[in-house]
């Protein structure tokens, strides 16, 4: 299988006043192509700041980031900003919908930002993730008008719209019950095995084990346990470029 997510020796470390506060402490992570994964660990175990290293919006202090088998550490701002366009999608647990647009504007203006145009192709991809999330007949309305369920299933389609490689989701049942906590993950497994899209879910919530192939466990920065079902020595140690989907 395809690596298309790779970190080598991955620290970061924060200025805290005159304290160096070391959140990333030589993290060495392989990532397939299509992989659905968790990243666990409490509040400050370094998982959060993982997830912003691995979605191009933070550098490191060293090591590396592959993606695509391409190096981005020593990217400048304008190239970051270009990966996550082209590469990344994300879901936070606030949903950041605008809340003066409907859904479907929402989901729109991401697509403008990433420049998709409009077309059958893309429209046909977008019916097939609203019907997924079920969510088709929610487009016209705005966020107010919707439950915290379906506007983070809103949240989804935006992120997903644009065929990402790489799908992060920072707490994304944080602010949900229980109920479309279950709905959402189950969601998110679907997407994952329909579109290929590799899924990485960083949280505290034990429960999305059950949802993922995957478990990094963190503490105090630095990857404690990672049950990943192919051992390295069945791979190529050359990390090779992946197709988005």
């Known amino acids: ?14 200025k805290v006043g005159k304290i160096d506060v070391e959140a990333l402490r030589g993290v060495n992570l392989r990532i397939r192509q299509g992989e659905l994964l968790a990243i666990m660990g409490p509040s400050g175990c370094g998982k959060s700041t993982l997830m ?3 979605g191009a919006m933070a550098r490191p202090t060293s090591g590396k980031v592959m993606i695509d088998g391409e190096n981005i550490t020593g990217m400048t701002d304008n190239q970051l900003t270009a990966i996550r366009r082209k ?9 950041n919908l605008l809340p003066t ?5 929402n989901i729109e203006v ?19 993730i609203l019907q997924l999330l079920m969510i088709e007949e929610k487009m016209g309305r705005k966020p107010f008008e919707l439950s915290g369920g379906e506007q983070q299933r809103v949240a989804v389609a935006r992120a997903i719209a644009n065929r990402p490689a790489i799908l992060l989701a920072d707490e994304p049942t ?3 019950d229980s109920k479309n906590s279950e709905i959402v993950l189950n969601m998110f497994r679907e997407l994952n095995r329909r579109f290929k899209q590799t899924t990485i879910l960083v949280t505290h919530n034990p429960e999305l084990v059950a949802y993922t192939d995957r478990v990094i466990e963190m503490r105090d920065g630095v990857v404690v346990s990672d049950n990943d079902p192919i051992p390295r020595d ?12």
């Not at 077309?119 to 046909?124: A, C, L, N, T, V």
């Not at 069945?234 to 989907?245: G, K, W, Y």
């Open 1 to 14: 299988m395809n690596i298309l997510l790779e970190t080598i020796a991955l620290q970061k470390i924060y």
């Open 52 to 54: 912003h290293v691995l």
């Open 87 to 95: 590469k990344i999608g994300f879901v936070f647990q606030k949903f």
């Open 101 to 105: 647009l409907t859904a479907r504007a």
């Open 110 to 128: 991401a697509q403008h930002i990433h420049g998709q145009a409009a077309g059958s192709d893309h429209d046909q991809h977008l019916a097939k």
């Open 174 to 176: 944080g602010s949900l």
């Open 234 to 245: 069945t791979e190529s140690e050359l990390v090779q470029p992946a197709r988005s989907v």
